[in-house]
């Protein structure tokens, strides 16, 4: 069964019987089209959960009816307005502006690909809006929705090919 989960600018991401914290954009929630990359706001509106990324040196892959991904050291993510492959994964070295998805820290060792400006992405509307870990003190996202890594996990248990984010104003 597909899920529906909302994401609230409150700090709570609720779905059927699930309630967790979560925090969203340092620069709050927009309206999808009026989100800008790099602006940090979460874009207003229901977003298709796809793929699941994790790190496999660190952690398990999920447990999800969504497609799972194993990251390498060498994916990333075009954030290059200009670019023909603007907000998709990339291989490394790039040359054009991305972002590393193999990081130091902890919050992409589970990513979910959220489907925000990807059918086709128009540029400067945002990448990589990403579902990933909160990092230990909740600080605000560059745009995404994090929340703690067994909240995460718990959640993608519910999910299946169907299943929607929804962030709300």
Not at 32 to 45: L, N, V, Y
Not at 82 to 100: G, I, T
Request: aromatic share 8%.
């Amino acid at each position: 069964m597909s899920m529906v989960f909302i994401a609230s600018p409150d700090g709570i991401l609720s779905g059927p019987e699930f309630r967790v914290r979560c925090v969203l954009g340092k620069g709050g929630v927009t309206p999808a089209a009026a989100k800008r990359e790099g602006d940090g706001a979460s874009p207003i509106g229901a977003w298709p959960m796809q793929r699941v990324f994790y790190r496999p040196d660190r952690v398990r892959a999920p447990d999800t009816g969504l497609e799972t991904v194993a990251l390498t050291e060498q994916d990333g993510w075009c954030d290059d307005p200009d670019h023909p492959l603007y907000n998709r994964l990339v291989a490394l070295p790039f040359a054009a502006s991305h972002e590393k998805l193999w990081r130091d820290d902890h919050v992409y060792d589970v990513i979910v690909e959220l489907g925000h400006n990807d059918n086709p992405p128009v540029p400067g509307l945002g990448s990589a809006i990403f579902m990933h870990i909160a990092k230990p003190d909740y600080a605000p996202t560059e745009g995404c929705v994090a929340l703690a890594e067994p909240d995460l996990r718990a959640l993608l248990k519910l999910c299946d090919d169907g299943s929607v984010l929804k962030i709300r104003a």
